[in-house]
């Protein structure tokens, strides 16, 4: 039997993570592994496996997740030069943890496709 995932222990502070913001359904914190100068991922505090998990009562969450990122994104200074958002869904789609997360990345420039 496996406990919490890895964001679940993050949002419980079991775990360390740099936070750059907090509300009272999302969790912002810097990926330990940046792809980019700026690399935050942005996760409902509230358990959700995947966008293909997300139910209608959790329906209201996505929109308050790009609305941050979109805040996060002015916060961190990117926002006039350009920013990535990024969800991963499933292994096939890259996702490792089985938590709902947007990558928030930028501060340089970022190419298409990633290499």
């Given amino acids: 039997m496996s406990g919490p995932c890895l ?15 907090e509300g009272e359904r999302l969790l912002a914190f810097r990926d330990l592994n940046p792809q980019a100068p700026v690399h935050v991922l942005v996760i409902p505090k509230e358990h959700v496996g995947s966008l293909a998990h997300v139910g209608d009562p959790a329906r209201d969450v996505l929109g308050e997740l790009l609305l941050a990122v979109r805040d996060l994104a002015a916060a961190e200074g990117i926002a006039e030069t350009g920013y990535r958002t990024v969800v991963n869904t499933g292994r096939n789609g890259g996702q490792t943890v089985g938590h709902l997360h947007v990558h928030l990345l930028g501060g340089r420039a970022l190419e298409w496709p990633p290499g």
């Avoid at 964001?7 to 913001?21: G, L, M, N, Q, Y």
């Fill in 7 to 21: 964001f679940c222990r993050i949002v419980a502070r079991e775990i360390p993570a740099d936070i750059v913001h």
